[in-house]
């Protein structure tokens, strides 16, 4: 997605004292150049933002379609390393739907399969014809924002369900799946929160979740954050412009009935957990305002504590874009569009937070 030029930015900062007493703070702004990461691409590599990427240990982990492989670049080296995926053979990945890396290992999602590798490009697992007990087809998606968990030798993950979104109910249906990689059972984990409506798949393509040691956390895109624990808990963690989703009018089945009220309604686009900050931060959107700048939807940074209160929000800049976030001990960053642009061999990142 490319976007036009903006020289300065202006971000209004709101912070709470606490979800009753709210508190605003002056305006600040944000500099193009304020503190940035700028990577040096291999000239095989896009720098468009897209859904399939990782920070890993100050590297920035890119899926390579031109060359089937996972990228890695660091701020000093560049490419520093490639990890070629299968591309022929048993082991060959049909239609890649994401990868994650979890304690030293890669995790490569295939349709109805998974492989395991290690950093030199060897499998050491083929997952294949991945079902779960009730005979659901189930592919591992591991795309934008999702985060999956190795615990206990069993991989914790979002599946692809391919729902059929027509039912208009999530009710039984598998939010996460867990794979034994000794034995290669697969089970389901646990089922979405009861009376949970689909609205549109816009809106069911916009929601992630984050699976940590104690909890589980869903972004449910049209309003709540979900915790589970022992049972579900909604926690609100809305923004200060807010407002209700509408009801659905048209066909939900049809694409452009469902872009239709995407754009007349707001939006909660993701969820990101920080374990540097001991945070979550969620992106939302505002409804289209035919008036507004642009007219274009509006994009803000909330930023929440560890029990998913509201702490600050932001409104964020245009050119900015979550999709390829990078996290790491200073902050986080978000993919500047309009400096990559002009620099079709590089990819900066613009921190966002927190705002020294």
């Not at 890695?72 to 739907?97: A, C, H, W």
């Not at 969620?282 to 998913?308: A, E, W």
């Amino acid at each position: 997605m490319r976007f036009y030029i903006l020289g300065f930015w202006v971000i209004l900062n709101i912070t709470f004292t606490s979800c009753t007493n709210k508190k605003d703070k002056e305006l600040q702004e944000l500099h193009a150049e304020t503190d940035s990461i700028i990577f040096q691409l291999d000239k095989s590599s896009s720098n468009s933002p897209g859904i399939y990427f990782r920070s890993y240990k100050n590297s920035l982990v890119l899926y390579n379609r031109n060359t089937n492989s996972l990228d890695f670049y660091s701020r000093s080296k560049g490419l520093e390393m490639r990890v070629n995926l299968p591309s022929d053979g048993s082991y060959r990945i049909q239609r890649f739907t994401g990868f994650d890396i979890l304690k030293e290992r890669i995790f490569v999602a295939d349709q109805m399969s998974l492989l395991e590798m290690d950093f030199n490009g060897n499998v050491v697992n083929k997952y294949s014809k991945l079902q779960d007990s009730e005979g659901l087809a189930v592919t591992p998606n591991f795309a934008g924002v999702n985060k999956s968990i190795l615990i206990d030798g069993k991989l914790i993950f979002t599946g692809f369900n391919f729902l059929d979104l027509g039912r208009g109910s999530f009710d039984e249906v598998p939010l996460l799946y867990s794979l034994d990689l000794a034995s290669g059972e697969l089970t389901r984990y646990l089922n979405y929160p009861d009376d949970l409506p689909i609205v549109s798949s816009d809106y069911y393509f916009s929601q992630n979740t984050i699976v940590q040691n104690d909890r589980v956390l869903l972004n449910y895109a049209p309003n709540q954050v979900y915790g589970y624990k022992e049972e579900w808990q909604e926690f609100e963690a809305r923004s200060l412009s807010y407002t209700p989703v509408s009801e659905f009018r048209g066909d939900i089945k049809l694409n452009a009935d469902s872009k239709e009220h995407l754009k007349t309604n707001s939006i909660y686009r993701a969820l990101i957990s920080d374990p540097y900050r001991n945070c979550y931060y969620r992106i939302y959107s505002t409804p289209f305002d035919p008036n507004g700048i642009n007219n274009r939807k509006i994009t803000h940074l909330l930023v929440l504590n560890s029990n998913l209160e509201l702490e600050k929000e932001f409104i964020l800049p245009k050119g900015l874009s979550h999709f390829g976030y990078f996290l790491n001990e200073v902050g986080l960053y978000f993919v500047n569009s309009n400096y990559n642009e002009l620099h079709e061999d590089e990819m900066k990142y613009t921190k966002v937070y927190p705002l020294d």
